[in-house]
């Protein structure tokens, strides 16, 4: 199955895409949240499509592509999991995954314009798997275990502001928290509609030229094993989201560096799971 949500901001609705086409589900489903999940929700979709889905409304080709998730309780995200993005960076290949917490207000729509944040002058892009979970999880025994917990996968544009997350001092977070920092979308996969996971194609441009140009087989930790490591820490909820890194070719690695400005046109995609774009304001 194929996750969407529609309609404008703080009034988003919950759908899915079935046969190319955006479907409402908001009938027979409040969002596609933690409740939702953690309640035996995917199941419960699968079904009801099954005897549904020829009835249902189709959304209109003009209304708003909202994050595929609702707004989780937590963006938990994975730094340096990609060797050749940890070269680019002059940083080791970590010995164990390297975390840190994102705003969960900085969810956006796939396509949704981005403001630069006050004060920025090295707004960079970061094309991302996004792993999403279907269960509360906390001391898992195995991948195998983490695997079961997971509901599917999505695009994450994980947006940094460089001077924010690394010349301030501190933690990182504040330089990946601004305001819409988290494009996430268009769709939510279940695990049953990707190929290998651990060969999919990675993605993204500047105003058409192509700056990442990578794919998962060169991530160090793997989805479910991070899943599996995080647990051993925090109590991970059905519905987080967890951003598992990003390939070479970001700005702050390039030769200058390069980072977005007023008016760049940004497109990403990751293989089985769709296209984002935004303009940055």
């Not at 409740?35 to 009835?55: M, P, T």
């Not at 996968?153 to 301030?168: A, G, H, P, W």
């Not at 993605?203 to 490591?229: C, D, H, K, W």
Request: charged share 25%.
């Amino acid at each position: 199955m194929k996750l969407i949500r529609f309609g404008e901001k703080d009034n988003e609705k919950p759908g899915v895409l079935y046969q190319g086409k955006r479907l409402d589900c908001s009938e027979e489903f409040r969002d596609w949240d933690r409740d939702f999940f953690q309640n035996n929700g995917l199941k419960r979709l699968e079904k009801y499509l099954e005897s549904n889905a020829a009835q249902l409304k189709e959304v209109s080709g003009s209304t708003r592509h909202a994050a595929c998730i609702g707004r989780p309780g937590m963006i938990m995200c994975i730094g340096l999991n990609y060797s050749e993005h940890a070269a680019e960076s002059n940083m080791e290949i970590p010995e164990e995954p390297i975390i840190f917490g994102k705003a969960t207000n900085t969810l956006s729509g796939p396509y949704d314009e981005v403001p630069i944040p006050k004060n920025s002058t090295k707004t960079d892009y970061e094309v991302e798997l996004g792993v999403v979970l279907n269960k509360d999880v906390l001391y898992l025994k195995n991948e195998a275990e983490a695997a079961e917990a997971i509901a599917g996968y999505c695009v994450i544009n994980d947006l940094s502001e460089r001077t924010f997350q690394l010349e301030k001092g501190g933690q990182w977070i504040k330089g990946k928290s601004c305001p819409g920092f988290s494009p996430v979308g268009p769709f939510l996969a279940t695990p049953d509609e990707l190929g290998d996971l651990n060969d999919l194609k990675m993605t993204l441009s500047v105003n058409g030229e192509l700056r990442q140009n990578g794919s998962t087989s060169f991530m160090i930790f793997r989805p479910a094993f991070i899943v599996y490591y995080l647990s051993q820490f925090m109590l991970l909820e059905a519905g987080d989201l967890i951003s598992t890194g990003t390939p070479a070719g970001v700005g702050i690695g390039l030769n200058p560096p390069s980072y977005l400005a007023k008016g760049d046109l940004v497109e990403l995609s990751i293989e089985g799971l769709g296209t984002q774009k935004q303009k940055m304001i």
